[in-house]
């Protein structure tokens, strides 16, 4: 119908590499966007630092987030106590960010978190991060507490225990990765889709009453993916700092 | 004559339609794939559509409670949402893997 022909995933998914094809430091487009994301992050970080009476540039902008991550983020998932983990949730926060939004830039139009390996890295991190909270506030005993909530009948433990231990140890990192990775590839090829329909529908005779239409949907997309990509960034931001949150104080 | 055909039986018709295996396992991928995604988005639908709701009321009854109640209405969403998110991974991997 109408000549539209799907490109395949691995079309949308898979760069070719710029140069060292096939070799461990192979480069293509997903690395240089996430070696962007790790530089705007710590352009973030290092010009935002630069003290000053009035702030202005990137100053305004560190401040802004800064202050909406700790009244928005860290003060609700954490409450007293949590400004201290505020550089990690920060540096999640803007690198997710930065690899999103690269979707909708002309030129790159790739989220660097639509593969897996990014995504999967972040939630192992933020793993490793909050068991070592944990261990740090809690000591060893972090693993029972973890493992063993009280309030439970002592019989109902051998249900409880490794539901639990599975839902903490292993769920976790798993949904924070495939939540994210899921988000960004969905709308990767929702924006695809859109666009192979207006590209294929251009020039028919039909299309002056149909490409309005699709081409509307395609930037109405756009606009959305942008939402989308705060939104995911915020999610995990908030998700990372309501388990680190958990693993400083014992439930009771 | 049963309701639902048997393996067998979509084979021999398969068989008769000129379809070869390969073929055969791709239309059952991609009706697997969309059934999948499909059954997969009903649950968080409504899940999400209830958590937002209550949380407007919410919202709307306390409006000093707006942001508290902002916060838990998305990490709610977060959890709801990792379902139907799974049935699209599973439709990626039936589908094009």
């Known amino acids: 119908m109408f000549g539209l022909e799907y490109p395949s995933i691995q079309l949308l998914v898979e760069w070719p590499e710029f140069f060292a094809e096939g070799s461990w430091y192979g480069f293509n487009k997903i690395t240089l966007i996430n070696v962007l994301a790790v530089l705007l992050t710590a352009g973030i970080f290092v010009f935002g630092n630069k003290g000053a009476l009035v702030p202005r540039g990137v100053r305004n902008l560190a401040e802004a987030s800064v202050d909406f991550l700790d009244k928005g983020v860290l003060q609700q998932a954490i409450g007293h106590g949590g400004e201290k983990y505020l550089p990690y949730v920060a540096a999640i926060f803007f690198y997710v960010f930065f690899g999103n939004i690269f979707e909708v830039i002309p030129s790159f139009q ?5 593969r897996m390996a990014t995504p999967l890295f972040l939630g192992v991190m933020t793993l490793v991060f909050f068991v070592a909270v944990g261990l740090k506030h809690q000591g060893p005993k972090y ?56 590209a294929a529908l251009w020039g028919l005779s039909l299309s002056l009453i149909i490409v309005p239409f699709s081409f509307g949907m395609l930037v109405a997309m756009i606009g959305f993916e942008i939402m989308v990509s705060f939104l995911q960034a915020y999610v995990f931001a908030i998700l990372a700092a309501v388990y680190i949150g958990g693993a400083m104080h014992p439930e009771h | 004559m049963s309701v639902l055909p048997t393996l067998a039986t979509i084979a021999q018709e398969a068989g008769e339609a000129g379809l070869t295996a390969a073929e055969l396992k791709n239309n059952s991928a991609a009706t697997g794939a969309g059934l999948a995604y499909g059954l997969a988005a009903i649950g968080p639908g409504i899940g999400i559509g209830y958590l ?6 919410a919202m709307a009854r306390q409006p000093e409670a707006a942001g508290t109640v902002r916060t838990t209405m998305f990490l709610g969403i977060a959890f709801t949402e990792a379902l139907a998110l799974i049935g699209f991974v599973v439709f990626i991997l039936l589908k094009f893997a």
């Open chain 1, 110 to 114: 790739m989220p660097g978190n639509a």
């Open chain 2, 52 to 57: 937002v709701g209550q949380s407007v009321q």
């Open chain 1, 143 to 198: 693993f029972y507490n973890a493992c063993f909530p009280p309030g439970v009948p002592k019989a109902l433990y051998l249900l409880v225990a490794p539901i639990e231990f599975l839902s903490t140890f292993l769920v976790r990192p798993f949904s924070l990765a495939v939540r994210l990775f899921a988000n960004m590839l969905a709308g990767h090829i929702l924006i695809v889709t859109f666009a192979v329909l207006t």
